[in-house]
């Protein structure tokens, strides 16, 4: 399908495979566009019956398996939870810089117009401070945020490719 599209846009069909790139990063990017949904009602569905005694390990398992399924999703859960809450923390830490910032320049200036210069002044000094705080945290919150991202994408792909199965290929 890719290929068709790209010989309707005018190419030739020795550039459109050239085109496309390598196999695995097709496979990569055509995983990570395919719905989780999609993926889970195609796997979970099996195309053949479970045998009786399947059936019936299952029921006198789910005693068993059933809490410890949910107690390791419910672990694996607030571990992301807790992640992002550490996140949020950091963005909360840059906006009190910033706010410190304009709250020191503004009371500062108050100050040393009323005529307590030098504690208007030690009062800027400590604004200007936390302004350079609060552009080294900004830097920092925009670096977890995004490893944040970039985990939960991996995450995502891998849960999708457990859901993939592998054809086996012979030589």
Known sequence: ??????????????????????????????????????????????EKGLKTWEIILLILGFPLWFP???????????????LWAVIVSFWAVFVSFAACFLGGIISGTVLAFSGYGLTGTAVIGVGIACAGLSIFSFYICKAASKGALMLTKKITVQVKKSFIKKEKTYA
């Open 68 to 82: 410890l399924c949910v107690a390791a999703f419910a672990v694996v859960l607030s571990i992301y939870i807790v």
């Open 1 to 46: 399908e890719m290929i068709e599209d790209r010989i309707e846009d005018g190419l030739f069909e020795e550039e459109a495979v050239s085109s496309i790139g390598d196999v695995d990063t097709v496979v990569k990017q055509i995983i990570a566009d395919i719905p989780l949904s999609k993926l889970a009602k195609k796997r979970i569905r099996p």
